[in-house]
């Protein structure tokens, strides 16, 4: 029988060869992904043995092919004809003791650098060490690294847990569609669907939270950057005694505003368009009415702002609706508040939909909130 692999050579981390020659140390493919349902190896059935005759008319006996076995692992199965092997669940592709599995985790027992390269895995990726600068992680699940994420970027379906903390190099962007937990982030860019949690303190970042945000522990720190959260923010201080600008939003959808924002802009593109394709017609028309025929390059040329016209003005009729939904959703503030244990510094500036509030003093256990179309500042109970 025939054993057909339908994958690539699993082994140790090897740079990727680019097509100008160059190897790149960032991309070595030391992941195989598979899907569920996935062929992962095919067997050629053996054939029969064809008797044969010697030179002399003697018969010669003739052995049938040797058959094989499917060199089957852990989460593949057989096929119903028995000749297929196929993958019971989404992971990670290894060929230990020669045997193909799929794993639902892929691990990694140091640091993500030069050998192991990039991670892009459909699972949960645990990294026992760090991931250093300009190395990336794509997961399907959660991510959970030991160590520090130093100048490196993270992208997960689930859940991001950092043990250590993030020293962004002002290179990191770390993205989940649930929640970012870690000790500390510094000069990082961070967006979580849900909550981001820090322990320590955040500083000089871009915090986008579809929840909250929240510090609990040691000096609970915000100094520096935006932070932006839908819900709440919970810290203990914020800015410090150089007046560092550190900005707040909340009460909005952080992505619901992004989403706006990319509307707001099509729709004054499209505006300004129609604007410039009405000149266009009026001019044309003009020279008609002067010459009383169009030469044929000028008469095509009408006829096409003519239509792009008439397409630009019912796409700017539909985005108009989309940002006025937007807005209309946009000022639907939920109950948004921040909480601030300890001190609130000079320098802070804080949004809740479209009104805003500068802090110019030093103010100690607060909370901040909108109420009757003011910001107020009450104190902490």
């Not at 029988?1 to 140390?25: M, Q, S, T």
């Not at 076995?69 to 000749?83: A, Q, T, V």
């Not at 490196?152 to 649930?178: C, P, Q, V, W, Y």
């Amino acid at each position: 029988a025939e054993i057909i692999y339908h994958f690539a050579n699993v082994g140790p981390a090897k740079p990727k060869l680019l097509e100008d020659g160059r190897a790149d140390f960032y991309n070595t493919n030391v992941i195989e992904n598979v899907k569920k349902g996935q062929v992962i190896i095919e067997k050629k059935p053996p054939t029969t043995g064809v008797p044969g005759l010697t030179v002399k008319g003697k018969a010669i006996h003739a052995m049938d092919g040797k058959n094989k076995k499917l060199p089957i692992g852990k989460n593949i199965e057989h096929s119903s004809d028995g000749f297929k092997a196929i993958a019971t669940i989404d992971g990670m592709l290894s060929t230990a003791r020669n045997r193909v599995s799929i794993l639902p985790i892929f691990e990694v027992n140091g640091d993500v650098d030069f050998s192991t390269g990039n991670i892009e895995f459909v699972g949960n990726v645990i990294v026992k060490g760090s991931v250093k600068n300009g190395f990336m992680i794509k997961s399907g699940g959660d991510v959970h690294v030991y160590g520090i994420v130093e100048g490196g970027s993270i992208e997960a379906e689930g859940n991001i847990f950092i043990m250590t903390g993030i020293r962004g190099l002002k290179k990191s962007h770390i993205s989940a569609k649930g929640t970012i937990s870690t000790k500390f982030i510094e000069n990082a860019s961070i967006r979580a669907n849900l909550d981001v949690i820090a322990e320590e303190a955040i500083m000089h970042c871009e915090v986008v939270s579809g929840n909250s945000v929240v510090l609990s522990k040691n000096k609970g720190l915000i100094v520096g950057g935006i932070v932006r959260a839908a819900q709440f923010i919970k810290c203990k201080n914020i800015g410090n005694n150089l007046a560092t600008r550190t900005e707040f939003e909340i009460g909005v959808d952080p992505s619901l505003k992004d989403e706006f924002m990319e509307v707001s802009k099509e729709y004054n593109e499209i505006k300004e368009n129609i604007k410039k394709s009405r000149q266009g017609v009026r001019i044309l028309e003009e020279m008609k009415e002067r010459l009383g025929e169009l030469p044929p390059p000028k008469k095509k040329m009408l006829m096409d702002l003519a239509q792009s016209l008439k397409s630009s003005m019912v796409k700017e009729e539909e985005l108009r609706h989309e940002v006025v939904e937007f807005s209309e959703k946009l000022n639907q503030l939920k109950e948004a508040f921040i909480e601030v244990e300890e001190t609130i510094n000079p320098g802070t500036e804080v949004r809740i939909g479209e009104y805003s509030k500068r802090f110019t003093n030093q103010n100690y256990k607060v909370k901040i909130y909108l109420s009757h179309g003011d910001i107020v500042v009450t104190p902490l109970i």
